[in-house]
């Protein structure tokens, strides 16, 4: 993989798509997300990086209210994240994630797991459903396995088989909770290069990870959580050479010294 | 092996080529050595395979007389029963009040059709297209019940009208059985359901349901569906006999069943819900969709040993008056023609019409299981 910055589809005048404000969440009485503001432009790449139990992944999956929080306010594509099905299920149409145990289910085959959402949810007809999936399918170099059940593939192609699950809902927006923390180390390049794919062609990103190389390669902002608070944010050039803060540092002298 | 050739960065590489594959060891085969191996591996598995030789020698003989040679097969009253071993005459005369009860023998092919639609819909894994499986299953599945009750009773269409006194026989368990197991295992889904909701009242009824049903023996059931439950409905009433049956069978299949699927929820990882959730898909849809499936799928051993006891537990019906095959073969035995003793013959019938049944559901079973495990197929 090249290091060479991929020039992002944003500019100043584009308005935000997620604006997190002060977002506070606990799990009990254990303060995990400590007024997390935080906001994305449309095309905007965002990796998220820290050490565990920073509340990286607490933060994206407020997202998409897979976690809810208890102080603060989020709009995401302009609509409320509130304690109300109607704005739950409008901000979920919006928003696709990519896990980091892929969660395929595993009793459908892998077409049947990328139509599944468009049928059901978007009550399309099933030969339309169909065709759209087999396009994703292409696209992550695996329509050839289209008939096979999860069980049946690698890590890697389940994960570019998830990708293109979430991909089939046409999101706005794409949350990457770890892609690439569960895989064998040979297969992490297949699935970020159909991520790099999808940066290029102007998604929305938020990006969990620790490939750092990925990061410079693609993030537009690169940010550092610790302890449930944003300590640092930057673009990767300055993220990466030149950090502020000790505790990135010391982050950093741990990630990328092997 | 390995041979250096130039390499495209124009360096000396190694070709690595995997070691060619060696045949396995050859051991002696044929039925030598299977013998050897399996009966005769050491002193004490020779003494136990002569011990099980000898053993099966002085039993099987007697036995197959009894069962086959000395058997009395022809005639059709007591006194055909001549010889020393079984007599089949019984079990032949008594046939049909066995399999059929005292239902009227001009309407039979009526029971017979409800049996060949049951079983054509359990066994519609085996010839039904992949495509139409599921939905048409589960609706043939669910109307079958009332389906068989339409063509026994056969009032609603213009047959002759039985009632439900005369049903009976081996066919009588087989129909409470799969009418009260079709029934159970959706309610008891629910009632699983209910159970991990985050209604408080929802979920204490749910608990309290399963724990009575789960929690009481099968024949209290019966006494209070046959004795108590007519206590609660209207005075003038009268609420037939089987249906109160099926009734009692079907919550006692649903209790049992809520907790065998609660071990099949407990299976399900979180990030299931997770992904379902993220696509967008609602309470109902995941449950149906996703979740169901696999919870079905890891409770299948559960849900065949329970289905095969409820299926046994009917022949407790005998007790409060309900003529299906157990109490028919008493009342054969009691019969003034044939005081001869014939226990041996009715119980054995009884036992090897239950076995072959029971034996067909655990394959149908084991069927469908390798049907749904898509873990490791290829």
Known sequence: ???????????????????????????????????????????????????????????????????????????VNGIEMIDDVKNIEAIRKDVGMVFQHFNL???????????????????KPKEEAEATAMKYLERVKIANQALKYPGQLSGGQQQRVAVARSLCMSPEIMLFDEPTSALDPEMVKEVLDVMVELAEEGMTM???????????????????????????????????????????????SQVLQH | MTKTTTGAMGTQARVFEPSPAQPAPVTSTGAYAWLRENLFSGWLNSLVTIGVVALLMTLLPPLFNWLFFD????????????????????????????????????????????????????????????????????????????????????????????????????????FLAAASIILGMPLGFLWALGRRSQMPMARSICVILIEFFRGTPVLALFFMGSVMLPLFFPEGTNVDKLLRVW???????????????RGGFAAIPQGQYEAADALGLSFWQTTLLVILPQVIKVSMPNILATAVMLFKNTTFLMIIGIFEVLSTAQNALTNSNWLGGFSTEAYLFVAVVYWVCCFSMSSVAAHIERKLDTSHRS
């Open chain 1, 105 to 123: 289910f595993p009793h459908l085959t892998i077409l049947e797991n990328l139509t599944i959402g468009p049928i059901w949810v978007q009550k």
């Open chain 1, 206 to 252: 938020i990006c969990v990870t620790h490939e750092m190389g990925f990061a410079k390669k693609v993030a537009d902002r690169v940010i550092f959580m610790d302890g449930g608070e944003i300590v640092e944010e930057n673009t990767p050039d300055e993220f990466f050479d030149n950090p502020q803060t000790d505790r990135l540092q010391l982050f950093l």
């Open chain 1, 1 to 75: 993989m090249t290091t060479e910055h991929i020039t992002s589809a944003t500019d100043a005048s584009q308005e935000d798509i997620i604006t997190i404000d002060k977002m506070n969440k606990w799990y009990g009485d254990f303060h995990v997300l400590k007024d997390v503001s935080l906001k994305v432009k449309k095309g905007e790449r965002i990796v998220v990086c820290g050490p565990s139990g920073s509340g990286k992944s607490t933060m994206i999956r407020c997202i998409n209210r897979l976690e809810e929080f208890q102080k603060g306010q989020m709009f």
């Open chain 2, 247 to 261: 009734i009692v069978l079907t919550l006692f299949m649903a209790g049992y069943m809520a907790e065998v699927y």
């Open chain 2, 71 to 174: 058997a009395n097969l022809s005639g059709s009253t007591q006194a055909d029963c001549t010889g020393d071993g079984a007599c089949w005459v019984f079990i032949k005369v008594w046939l049909q009040p066995l399999l059929y009860g005292s239902y009227p023998t001009e309407s039979l092919w009526r029971v017979n059709l409800s049996l060949v639609l049951l079983f054509g819909t359990l066994a519609s894994p085996f010839w039904l297209p992949k495509h139409l499986r599921n939905k048409v299953d589960i609706a043939m599945l669910l109307a079958l019940p009332f389906i068989a009750i339409i063509i026994l009773d056969g009032r609603l269409l213009g047959l002759d009208y039985v009632a439900t006194d005369y049903w009976g026989g081996f066919a009588l368990n087989l």
